[in-house]
Nanobody, 123 residues
Framework: VQLQASGGGLVQAGGSLSLSCEAS????????MGWFRQAPGKEREFVAG????????DYADSVKGRFTISRDNAKSTLYLRMNSLKPEDTAVYYC?????????????????WGQGTLVTVSS
């Protein structure tokens, strides 16, 4: 499985961005997926996760109500819609495939990672 993340950029506080993660390989549709982020000098952290069908999602408290994770299995693509962005959302965002059948927040439960896309939110 290869994951290609895109959509990052520079946005002002309060603005919006949409990230995409295109997957190659046949296992995307049956896999739980997640978005993580890593700010400069900080550890990589869970942002959002979604089950294989898109019927269940989970969010970090810091983004709940502002970010929306979704997927299109026909297009093998994972999305992250980010609204009301804050400077503290500035980070490299990564998509990843989980080895679990449930939504996990643990980095160790993800085996394939995208290359990351940089999101910068200016104040």
């Amino acid at each position: 499985v290869q994951l290609q993340a895109s959509g990052g950029g520079l946005v002002q506080a309060g603005g919006s961005l949409s990230l995409s993660c295109e997957a190659s390989g046949r296992t995307f549709g049956g896999s739980t997926m997640g978005w993580f982020r890593q700010a400069p000098g900080k550890e990589r952290e869970f942002v959002a996760g979604i089950n294989w069908s898109g019927s269940i999602s989970d969010y970090a408290d810091s983004v709940k109500g502002r970010f929306t994770i979704s997927r299109d299995n026909a297009k093998s693509t994972l999305y992250l819609r980010m609204n009301s962005l804050k400077p503290e959302d500035t980070a490299v965002y990564y998509c990843a495939r989980s080895t679990k059948g449930y939504i996990s927040r643990r980095l160790a439960d993800f085996d394939y990672w995208g290359q990351g896309t940089l999101v910068t939110v200016s104040s």
